[in-house]
C-alpha cells in the first residue's frame, strides 16, 4: 500500500522560512506525481502545485507561483514544500496527494500538516 | 477560467438519499472526481472518472455526468457520511481544479 506521511505541525513568524515534508513509502516516488493541497481555516481544498519527481518538473497554481517552492529528494523518497518568507495568510493545513499520472485522480493523501504563522 | 460550482451545503435525513451537484461549461466531456473529507481528516477519494467507485468505498456511493452538471448520490445516508464533498477536474485553463466544496449535513 502507498502511504504519505507528513512532517510535524509548525508555528512560525511571518518572514521566517519553512519547509514541510512528505515521506513516501510503498511505492517509488519517482513512480508517482506529488501534489500539494491546501486548505485555509473555513475555506475549501486550493491546488498549491505539483510536481513530477522523475524529472523535477513542477507546475504551479499561479496564486502561488513565486512564494513556494515544491521539491523532491528522491534518494530518500520525499517531497517538500518550502517559503522563504511566510506570512500570516499562509496558515492552513497543507496536504501532500499523490496521483499516477498529471491527470489522473489524486488517490493517496497525507496527513495534513497544521502551519500556524503569527507574531 | 473553468470554474466548478457546488452548492455551500445539502442537509438530508438518516436512511434518504443526498445528490450533491457540481456545475461546469460542458462538464459532461471532462472526467470529475470526488473527494470526501470529513472533520479532523484528510480527504479521501470517494468516485474516480464520474462513476467509478474505488476498493473499499460503499455501493451507497455513486457519481454520474452529463451535460453541464456532475452528480455525486449518497443512498441510505448514515451519520457518518457528514463531511464535506469536493468534486475536481484537471484542466489546463484553470488553476481552480476543486470546486467549492459542499457540507452534508446529516438531520
Known amino acids: 500500500d502507498v502511504q504519505l506521511v507528513q512532517s510535524g505541525a509548525e508555528v512560525k513568524k511571518p518572514g521566517e522560512s519553512l519547509r514541510i515534508s512528505c515521506e513516501v513509502s510503498g511505492y517509488r516516488l519517482n513512480k508517482l506525481w506529488i501534489n500539494w493541497v491546501r486548505r485555509m481555516p473555513g475555506r475549501g481544498l486550493e491546488l498549491v502545485g505539483k510536481i513530477d519527481p522523475s524529472d523535477s518538473y513542477t507546475n504551479y497554481n499561479p496564486s502561488f507561483e513565486g512564494h513556494v517552492s515544491i521539491s523532491v529528494d528522491t534518494s530518500i523518497n520525499t517531497a517538500y514544500l518550502q517559503w522563504s518568507s511566510l506570512k500570516a495568510s499562509d496558515t492552513a493545513i497543507y496536504y501532500c496527494a499523490a496521483q499516477d499520472m498529471a491527470t489522473t485522480p489524486l488517490e493517496y493523501w497525507g496527513q495534513g500538516t497544521l502551519v500556524t504563522v503569527s507574531s | 477560467s473553468y470554474v466548478l460550482t457546488q452548492p455551500p451545503s445539502v442537509s438530508v435525513a438518516p436512511g434518504k438519499t443526498a445528490r450533491i451537484t457540481c456545475g461546469g461549461n460542458?462538464?459532461?466531456?471532462?472526467?470529475v472526481h470526488w473527494y470526501q473529507q470529513t472533520a479532523g481528516q484528510a480527504p479521501i477519494l470517494v468516485i474516480s472518472?464520474?462513476?467509478d467507485r474505488p476498493s473499499g468505498i460503499p455501493e451507497r456511493f455513486s457519481g454520474s455526468n452529463s451535460g453541464d452538471t456532475a452528480t455525486l448520490t449518497v443512498s441510505r445516508v448514515e451519520a457518518g457520511d457528514e463531511a464535506d464533498y469536493y468534486c475536481?477536474?484537471?484542466?489546463?485553463?484553470?488553476?481552480?481544479?476543486f470546486g467549492g466544496g459542499t457540507r452534508l449535513t446529516v438531520l
Open positions: 475536481q477536474i484537471w484542466d489546463t485553463t484553470s488553476d481552480r481544479v
Open positions: 460542458n462538464i459532461g466531456s471532462k472526467s
Open positions: 472518472y464520474d462513476s
